[in-house]
């Protein structure tokens, strides 16, 4: 996956740490250095925020109030037709949910608790990847 040279992102989860500690561990790598980060509270709010704004990437969580992540892939690939990158972060681990994220158009799926090693390891897979 090619990234443009300053990125933009939106970082979706309802945890405001969670939130600030992947914007913290994606500005630490050196590939994404520039990246401009946006962040939504919500599936609601980041779906407003994914039909007004052109994102290069998304991270986002699934336990959400209003829309969760599976709808909100859902409806980023479906209704708004989007090709980007969306990568499921939950804690949510079971096979099953995992597959339904896959199936439904994640590029990828991190298992909660976050450590900034694996959401590292992830992006550069998806960045590294052709």
Known sequence: MRLPRHPR???VDDSIVVRRVMAL???QLPELVGAEIDEAGNGAIALKKLAQVPYDLVLSDIR?????GFELLRVARQELGLR???VLVSTLGREEDVQRGMEAGATAYILKPLSPHHIKMALRELIDAP
């Open 25 to 27: 561990t994606v500005r």
């Open 9 to 11: 992102l939106l970082i």
């Open 84 to 86: 980007i990158p969306i």
């Open 64 to 68: 959400m109030p209003l829309v969760d």
